[in-house]
């Protein structure tokens, strides 16, 4: 389980998740297995772009569902990195070109012909191209028992003051209490208010964790940032001399321009090329130490299938 929110409007759209994935003996929950897991997607094909997030089954076909997901939207297998137990970035074009609605749609078929995709439920936000303007989209695709899968891909045209909100997985039941702060821009300001609701479910469902990955999306713009319950400090031992690093985390990246692993982000905030789109990754918070890089990324391990 966990739990994923999404806001859409015509000039922006907000995707928050948690990080924690679970482990089970048939219904019953034994505890956790992967406290900063990845379940967040982004997918930029020209001027379109959405983020995806999903609930149910931490695994398919034996690799993160993550994973899963982004390699069908990619085409192709992921190069790993030198140590063969993470993937490297990759600067290219990619394999097969889909637009937004017909990576949906190979998602919605390959979830309902694999093993366990009936177990999966993902939500989706952004933007596709429609009688040549840049089009809303909210999206929950869920396959079935009967092997097909239901896409509601239907939305309304947002207004500048209407925007729609969807869920998946945990109930949400606290109530979404947008920050008031100077110098906060207001959709940043919504992402984390989203993001405390997550952190409230997370006090009284053992199924929902406490760190959350929000991404932030206007036409042309991603923004991606971690924001955890407390802050991540990891010790890099292969840094010189050897630091103690406030650590930031990021999802899937793919665009026309190639693919970004979810990283491990030291420093920051780290910008990469999206084929058209400025792609921001933001960090913890600048480094101190004398000497120390401005910023730096690791691709982030992979964990094994229990």
Same mark, same amino acid.
């Given at each position: 389980?966990?739990?994923?929110?999404?806001?859409?409007?015509?000039?922006?759209?907000?995707?928050?998740?948690?990080?924690?994935?679970? !482990?089970?003996?048939?219904?019953?929950?034994?505890?956790?297995?992967?406290?900063?897991?990845?379940?967040?997607?982004?997918?930029?094909?020209?001027?379109?772009?959405?983020?995806? &997030?999903?609930?149910?089954?931490?695994?398919?076909?034996?690799? #993160?569902?993550?994973?899963? =997901?982004?390699?069908? $939207?990619?085409?192709?297998?992921?190069?790993?990195?030198?140590?063969?137990?993470?993937?490297?970035?990759?600067?290219? #074009? #990619?394999?097969?070109?889909?637009?937004?609605?017909?990576?949906?749609?190979?998602?919605?078929?390959?979830?309902?012909?694999?093993?366990?995709?009936?177990? %999966?439920?993902?939500?989706?936000?952004?933007?596709?191209?429609?009688?040549?303007?840049?089009?809303?989209?909210?999206?929950?695709?869920?396959?079935?028992?009967?092997?097909?899968?239901?896409?509601?891909?239907?939305?309304?045209?947002?207004? @500048?003051?209407?925007?729609?909100?969807? @869920?998946?997985?945990?109930?949400?039941?606290?109530?979404?209490?947008?920050?008031?702060?100077?110098?906060?821009?207001?959709?940043?300001?919504?992402?984390?208010?989203?993001?405390?609701? =997550?952190?409230? %479910? @997370?006090?009284?469902?053992?199924?929902?964790?406490?760190?959350?990955?929000?991404?932030?999306?206007?036409?042309?713009?991603?923004?991606?940032?971690?924001? #955890?319950?407390?802050?991540?400090?990891?010790?890099? &031992?292969?840094?010189?001399?050897? $630091?103690?690093?406030?650590?930031?985390?990021?999802?899937?990246?793919?665009?026309?321009?190639?693919? %970004?692993?979810?990283?491990?982000?030291? &420093?920051?905030?780290?910008?990469?090329?999206?084929?058209?789109?400025? =792609?921001?990754?933001?960090?913890?918070?600048?480094?101190?130490?004398?000497?120390?890089?401005?910023?730096?990324?690791? @691709?982030?391990?992979?964990? !094994?299938?229990?």
């Amino acid at each position: 389980m966990t739990l994923v929110i999404a806001e859409s409007a015509s000039t922006y759209s907000v995707m928050v998740s948690d990080r924690l994935t679970t !482990k089970w003996r048939g219904t019953n929950l034994i505890g956790r297995f992967d406290e900063v897991a990845n379940k967040t997607v982004v997918f930029l094909s020209g001027t379109e772009g959405v983020a995806i &997030g999903y609930t149910g089954n931490a695994f398919l076909e034996r690799m #993160p569902t993550d994973e899963w =997901i982004a390699q069908q $939207l990619w085409g192709d297998a992921f190069m790993l990195g030198p140590h063969g137990d993470s993937y490297a970035m990759y600067m290219g #074009p #990619p394999k097969v070109r889909r637009s937004v609605p017909q990576a949906l749609f190979h998602l919605q078929a390959r979830l309902a012909a694999t093993r366990g995709g009936q177990g %999966v439920t993902l939500l989706a936000t952004g933007w596709r191209r429609r009688r040549g303007r840049l089009t809303p989209l909210l999206v929950t695709i869920t396959a079935r028992r009967n092997r097909r899968t239901q896409a509601d891909m239907r939305m309304r045209r947002p207004t @500048s003051l209407l925007s729609r909100r969807a @869920s998946v997985g945990a109930s949400l039941t606290a109530t979404v209490a947008v920050p008031s702060m100077p110098g906060l821009h207001p959709v940043r300001a919504l992402g984390q208010g989203l993001a405390a609701a =997550i952190r409230n %479910v @997370s006090r009284t469902d053992r199924t929902v964790g406490p760190h959350v990955m929000q991404v932030l999306m206007i036409p042309g713009q991603v923004v991606c940032e971690f924001l #955890p319950e407390a802050e991540h400090v990891i010790r890099f &031992g292969d840094l010189k001399p050897s $630091l103690a690093v406030p650590t930031a985390y990021s999802p899937w990246i793919l665009s026309d321009g190639g693919y %970004v692993p979810p990283q491990l982000i030291g &420093g920051g905030p780290v910008r990469v090329p999206g084929g058209g789109w400025l =792609i921001t990754m933001a960090g913890a918070r600048p480094l101190q130490a004398a000497g120390a890089p401005a910023a730096f990324v690791y @691709s982030q391990r992979r964990p !094994k299938a229990p």
